[in-house]
């Protein structure tokens, strides 16, 4: 009988192993596609886990669609054509959502860029989703990784975070914002629109109270370009939906452009937008 228990406890070990492989199969072939250069085999790789429907986002680009992505990693070898791109090793984070770090090294293993990857998967081995930070600090020194952290902006985004996720202080917030800046919300969800100028903000964050009770879940991770004014952040919300009374936990990042010590715009991406926009909508 025992031997019966442990045979059948080995198999369940066995299955659970097996999901969490299969589970990140799609970001292994994704992370091969990558290494291929060869443009036509490539799409082939690609074809296997990524949909008309697939979206990939970082700083250098936004696109849709398989040969849109394909086209991503071909102008990336254009400009870095003996490039080699190194990653940790993707983990699951939560649910359909994996993650993982990667750098990018030159012929010489000179470090050019590296960053995080956050994925969304469909559960059928395939990508739905790819959301790309760069931390260009990381080729930095510590003492320039030291003097960039302590910059303005990242103080400006901190207390901007800090005044709406946490103390809901808009008197606080109200400076760190410039005249006409622009607060794009995606069109799905029942406050979605572009925003402009800060009492704009200000009906848009009021309204959302209407559909949600949110709260910090992770707190944030946040990702600069040393050579620009942006800021992107990336943590994951808890929220109850007021008209069914639900819980949903969502992954976001959001990117966001300063000048001058003060922010000119933000665009927020939700994991899933049409998750949350439904969980919003739904009634009990």
Not at 17 to 43: G, M
Not at 126 to 153: C, P, R
Request: proline residues 3%.
């Amino acid at each position: 009988m025992r031997k019966i228990y442990f045979i059948c406890f080995f198999f369940m070990l066995n299955s659970l192993f097996a999901q969490k492989k299969d589970k990140l199969y799609p970001i292994l072939v994704y992370e091969k596609a990558w290494s291929e250069r060869n443009s036509d085999a490539r799409l082939k790789i690609i074809k296997t886990i990524w949909l008309e429907e697939s979206t990939f986002e970082d700083p250098s680009a936004s696109i849709k669609g398989v040969a849109a992505f394909n086209n991503v990693i071909n102008e990336f070898y254009k400009k870095f054509p003996d490039a080699t791109i190194v990653t940790s090793g993707s983990k699951v984070v939560k649910d359909n959502y994996v993650s993982w770090d990667w750098k990018i090294l030159d012929s010489k293993n000179k470090l050019i860029m590296a960053g995080r990857d956050f994925a969304r998967l469909n559960g059928k081995g395939q990508v739905s989703k790819i959301i790309g930070f760069w931390d260009s600090a990381a080729a930095l020194s510590e003492s320039e990784v030291l003097k960039n952290i302590e910059t303005d902006n990242f103080k400006v985004v901190a207390q901007y975070y800090e005044s709406l996720f946490k103390t809901r202080d808009f008197t606080t917030m109200a400076p760190l914002i410039e005249e006409g800046a622009i607060y794009s919300q995606a069109e799905g969800l029942p406050y979605g629109g572009t925003y402009v100028g800060f009492n704009e903000w200000m009906k848009m964050f009021i309204k959302s109270t209407e559909f949600l009770d949110m709260q910090v879940e992770k707190e944030p991770v946040y990702f600069s370009d040393a050579t620009k004014n942006e800021v992107s952040i990336y943590f994951t919300i808890k929220c109850k939906a007021k008209k069914s009374g639900k819980t949903l936990s969502m992954p976001i990042s959001e990117h966001i452009d300063l000048k001058n010590g003060k922010i000119i715009a933000i665009r927020p991406f939700y994991f899933d937008t049409k998750q949350f926009a439904e969980f919003l909508k739904s009634k009990k």
